[in-house]
């Protein structure tokens, strides 16, 4: 996500030949925003993404207990005020249903892959458990016993 913002940046900067635009003030790795306000969100698959990008999903509001479905993996989560959650929107079917009281709205972000097709950048690889940990840990070193591969 990063490269492919850097690069629409780069580009835009040299075709407009300006140090200031709206690209340039753009704060985020994602190529867009979305907000959905007090709305039921029927299941569904998010088109153009790649099954490799993570979307973030925030939910925010007041006094609302929504929950979110991921029919794919047979769960039920809890969705209130605060909570965040990353999943592949293209891989993973989700919905919100209806929710009892207070106000919802959910900030959406999300990257299209073909920005990655236009700059020429390569698609991120699949997220690895180690990735995060390490996201995690920082620098301190890994007090996790360390997986063994057995070699055939």
């Known amino acids: 996500g990063s490269s492919a913002m850097s690069k629409v940046l780069q580009e835009v900067m040299a075709i ?5 635009t709206a690209v340039s003030e753009w704060p985020s790795i994602f190529s867009g925003l979305e907000v959905i306000v007090n709305r039921v969100t029927l299941s569904h698959r998010d088109p153009g993404g790649s099954p490799t990008l ?3 999903l925030v939910s925010l509001g007041t006094g609302h207990a929504a929950k979110i ?8 989560l809890d969705y209130f005020p605060g909570t965040m959650l990353f999943i592949s929107g293209l891989v993973l079917e ?6 009892d009281c207070g106000e919802r709205f959910v900030i959406a972000h999300f990257m299209k892959d073909k920005v990655h097709d236009r700059m020429g950048v390569p698609r991120p690889a699949y997220p690895m458990q180690d990735y995060f940990l390490e996201m ?3 620098d301190a070193p890994s007090k996790r ?3 063994r591969v057995r070699r055939r």
Request: a neutral charge; zero cysteines.
């Open 16 to 20: 407009t030949q300006l140090k200031s």
């Open 54 to 56: 993570q979307d973030m």
């Open 69 to 76: 479905t991921l029919p794919d993996v047979r769960a039920e």
């Open 94 to 99: 989700h919905a919100v249903g209806p929710w």
């Open 136 to 138: 995690i840990e920082g």
């Open 145 to 147: 016993p360390r997986k």
